[in-house]
């Protein structure tokens, strides 16, 4: 997938609060794993009492309001996004939490931030996004201090591998499978050992089991916003016929981390 689909991505999918809430509710829904996703990554969190922690990409907030319990106090929490609406509403979100934050818009192949600056960097689902994967590493590295860490989230080949079979024997006008061209469980030890002294991955497996057609059409038209309304009813149309001639669809979530040492 070449660099301008990455950014067009970016730019009409992840700047709007709503789409990740849509993605977010079919895995909570459906999913089996009932662990949830953002605890599961704050559990690899060891860090020092003191650590200045910079979060890009930051979303929501969800990964702090569902472990609000769980912040060290003395921890100094950068938050960002490169889309002012999810960071203005990241912060109602974590208004009633008993920890002051800093949030900041930028993007993540331009940080503004001198060198050696964090001693942690959080890429939560974020990398595979990003149009100069290169220059973005170059940067995250930058700012991390000697021994500080990375931790870069993804997912891996099979990540819905089942949905993207279906959608590509239905010859629908969608686009699939974007995560798979850049930053994946599969490629990411090799791309970040080029930058880190030591990276680990660590898997978090799951499957949903979707039984009915509408969450998964709103599903996947939050990923394909230029839609027209013929297009729009030929996706409904398609799932509506699948789902009355089957009882589910399982779908692999195929996902994990990776935490690099500086």
């Not at 929501?60 to 003395?74: C, D, H, M």
């Not at 974020?126 to 973005?136: R, T």
């Not at 599903?219 to 409904?236: D, G, P, W």
Request: with cysteine; hydrophobic share 35%; glycine share 4%.
């Amino acid at each position: 997938m070449n660099k301008k689909v990455n950014q067009k991505i970016i730019t009409q999918q992840y700047q709007n609060p709503s789409n990740f809430s849509v993605r977010r509710n079919l895995h909570e829904r459906f999913g089996t794993n009932k662990y949830g996703w953002y605890k599961w990554v704050f559990d690899h969190f060891n860090f020092p009492l003191n650590s200045k922690i910079l979060e890009l990409g930051c979303g929501l907030g969800v990964l702090w309001f569902e472990n609000s319990e769980r912040i060290t106090k003395n921890w100094d929490i950068t938050l960002s996004d490169f889309s002012q609406s999810m960071l203005d509403k990241t912060k109602q979100n974590l208004e009633k939490i008993n920890h002051p934050f800093h949030f900041q818009v930028m993007n993540i192949q331009n940080i503004p931030y001198p060198d050696d600056t964090f001693d942690v960097v959080i890429a939560n689902g974020l990398l595979y996004l990003v149009s100069n994967l290169k220059k973005a590493l170059r940067e995250v590295v930058r700012v991390i201090k000697p021994g500080g860490i990375l931790i870069a989230s993804t997912s891996g080949g099979n990540y819905m591998k089942e949905l993207e079979d279906l959608l590509e024997k239905s010859n629908l006008p969608v686009h699939r499978g974007y995560n798979k061209y850049s930053f994946s469980l599969d490629n990411g030890k090799d791309l970040l050992s080029q930058h880190f002294s030591q990276v680990e991955l660590f898997r978090n497996e799951n499957i949903l089991i979707v039984t009915e057609a509408e969450p998964l059409v709103v599903h996947i038209l939050s990923t394909n916003e230029n839609l027209n309304k013929k297009q729009i009813a030929s996706v409904r149309s398609y799932l509506n016929e699948y789902f009355s001639k089957h009882n589910q669809l399982r779908i692999t979530i195929d996902t994990g981390m990776f935490i690099a040492r500086k």
